[in-house]
């Protein structure tokens, strides 16, 4: 290993920090990695400093951003944490809307303004695979309505918290080659690494037999197992595998007569009949092409002032990796209507006022199920995690309830869109942003301080 510079140790940090003396120590920052002198040198200003030339070694410019800690494991002084937040691209519209991935990058990288640690966002084109740097973006407002994008050179990441946008950029050969190649890195850790597919998210969490009973159920589509779903359900719905926002998703009910109806939620809605499944199949080819797609069991759901709905949970872990809810709203559809995503129209309204309805405001019950609601999140999010051995940070879970009240899981998303205004609470929406980056701090290793 290359020896670059000198690190310069108060031997109060020394002490708090456990570091051996030697003549030589290890120092990382994000997955560059040297030896360095080390001096025991006491200072008034600060408790260490490096020398201009491991400084430039390790690509550190405004080294106030940084805490420092000591690896035990890996027997190194680690400097950081610096987390990179990767988009498939940089927006920079002229309209601001607040629902929009420019709003969740800006409002991303001004929270991170006032955590202790490094952010950018970068893109697959910032990285310098050679140099091991990345051309990293900060945004600095410049007034009210107005601001700009601002690049500097960063080291490599910790952490990098995976925010492309949608299955098109995470299917781009660039995002896949970036991602398999930072998977790799020494030391980095990369969290939310794809969106998730409905039919595998089905089979992992099977793995758990405490959640079969929230499971609705789901096979691929094909058409033998299509009629046999309509030999045994009255209802079902036909979803695109890597589907999401509602688009795409086909609701099938088998009259007394054996037809099938059917209602095609794409760019508005389409309904029909068909007289077999086969039938079924050939009459919605236009819509679902060659994508792969999932049939699955139809509950009867209840409804709130005759609408459908169900429950949105954005479900997060925290600054001490701990999973928690973060928010929890209902999506309510429009009148007619099943499918209660906002962009197909639907509406929020606070879960207790929907519990407070349907559960004829039974206090008792109601605490019951927010607590049942609480183990069943848990249970879904720590079963992904352990079967598939990838880590989350956050979830998006769409959950129903039928009408004797039990709860069933509709779908589980590793990437929910998060809009920056609310009419429910500001600090409500402040803490979805926020502990994503708290997370990152943890799993960098690093201490969550103010």
Same mark, same amino acid.
């Given at each position: ?346 509406? =929020? %309204? /606070?879960?207790?006022? +929907?519990?407070?309805? #349907?559960?004829? @405001?039974?206090?008792?019950? $109601?605490?019951?199920?927010? &607590? ?8 879904? =999010? %720590? /079963?992904?995690?352990? +079967?598939?051995?990838? #880590?989350?940070? @956050?979830?998006?879970?769409? $959950?129903?309830?039928?009408? &004797? ?46």
């Amino acid at each position: 290993m290359k020896t670059v510079g000198q690190i310069y140790l108060t031997s109060n940090l020394i002490n708090k920090l456990e570091i051996p003396i030697s003549r030589l120590i290890k120092v990382r920052v994000g997955v560059k990695t040297y030896l360095s002198q080390l001096i025991v040198r006491d200072s008034q200003r600060r408790s260490y400093i490096l020398s201009p030339q491991l400084a430039r070694a390790l690509n550190l410019r405004k080294i106030n951003k940084y805490q420092i800690r000591y690896d035990q494991e890996n027997e190194m002084i680690h400097i950081g944490p610096i987390i990179g937040i990767m988009a498939d691209y940089l927006p920079n519209e002229t309209e601001y809307k607040p629902n929009s991935v420019q709003a969740e990058l800006i409002y991303l990288s001004n929270m991170g303004l006032k955590l202790p640690a490094q952010y950018y966002i970068f893109t697959p084109s910032s990285i310098n695979w050679t140099k091991k740097t990345i051309r990293g973006y900060t945004y600095r407002k410049l007034d009210q309505d107005q601001g700009n994008w601002i690049s500097s050179e960063y080291p490599f990441p910790d952490i990098v918290y995976d925010r492309i946008a949608s299955r098109k950029g995470e299917g781009r050969a660039s995002v896949k080659y970036t991602k398999r190649k930072l998977m790799s890195m020494p030391y980095l850790k990369y969290f939310n690494p794809a969106f998730l597919n409905k039919w595998k998210v089905h089979g992992l969490l099977l793995n758990n037999d405490s959640l079969t009973p929230y499971l609705p159920e789901t096979k691929l589509l094909t058409l033998t197992n299509l009629t046999e779903m309509i030999s045994k359900h009255k209802t079902l719905y036909l979803k695109p595998s890597n589907g999401s926002q509602g688009h795409g998703i086909i609701k099938v009910v088998c009259d007394q007569s054996g037809r099938l109806r059917y209602t095609v939620y794409k760019k508005g809605r389409h309904s029909g009949y068909a007289g077999s499944p086969d039938g079924l199949l050939k009459a919605t080819r236009y819509c679902r092409k060659r994508h792969p797609y999932i049939v699955q069991e139809g509950i009867n759901l209840d409804s709130y002032q005759h609408s459908a709905f169900d429950i949105r949970i954005i479900y997060q872990k925290n600054s001490d990796g701990e999973w928690l809810i973060s928010k929890k709203f209902v999506r309510v559809a429009p009148r007619g209507s099943s499918v209660a995503n906002m962009s197909r129209g639907g509406t =929020a %309204e /606070t879960s207790k006022k +929907v519990f407070d309805d #349907i559960f004829n @405001e039974d206090r008792e019950l $109601i605490i019951s199920k927010n &607590e049942e609601l609480q183990n069943m999140c848990k249970m879904v =999010a %720590e /079963t992904l995690e352990d +079967v598939s051995q990838k #880590i989350y940070g @956050e979830l998006g879970l769409d $959950i129903g309830i039928d009408k &004797e009240g039990n709860f069933w899981l509709i779908e589980v998303n590793s990437k929910p869109r998060k809009t920056t205004e609310t009419t429910l609470s500001q600090g409500i929406v402040r803490n979805t942003f926020r502990r994503p980056l708290q997370y990152a701090i943890y799993l960098a290793g690093f201490e969550n301080r103010k």
